[in-house]
């Protein structure tokens, strides 16, 4: 009988599916919001001074806009980010997150390191860690210039 192939494409969805949902339940379990909220404030915190036009953190989350919208209408509502439009240019909608959302962030943080760190980043040697994370570079890279 000829050994399964492996489907590394099969893997890293199941893989990351289970590390949400397990995230999700340390999160909730702390009393702390989604783990989407977290992608959204990550997302404007690493902008320049915490700043990102609206179809810019659409991409650095790899969601849709009208998603987006939606979660920042939330994070909005809670007072962790502000929204302003653009003197020049009244299409163009900034997130901006607010003193609030950096410290959810912070919180929110010290149990998605953990998750990470335990159930992820130990389950490879450092050199594996490094053509991991090369090759889902490159894979991102290719689906994001096929977008256009």
Known sequence: MAEKEA???FSFV???????REIERRLAAAGLPSYAWYDALWGL????????RMHELADVMAIERYNLTRLVDRL??????????????????YASITKEGRALRRKMWKVY?????ELFLSQFSPAE????AA?????????????G
């Not at 199941?14 to 949400?20: F, G, P, V």
């Not at 909005?76 to 302003?84: I, M």
């Not at 390191?113 to 760190?117: G, I, N």
């Open 7 to 9: 489907d590394p494409w």
């Open 14 to 20: 199941r893989a990351h599916r289970w590390m949400i």
């Open 45 to 52: 915190e690493s902008g320049p001074d915490g700043t990102r």
């Open 76 to 93: 909005e509502q809670e007072g962790l980010v502000t929204r302003t439009r653009s003197a020049q240019d009244g299409r163009a909608a």
């Open 113 to 117: 390191e953990a998750a990470v760190d």
């Open 129 to 132: 860690r490094d053509r991991f």
């Open 135 to 147: 090759a889902l570079d490159r894979a991102a890279a290719a689906a994001r210039q096929s977008l």
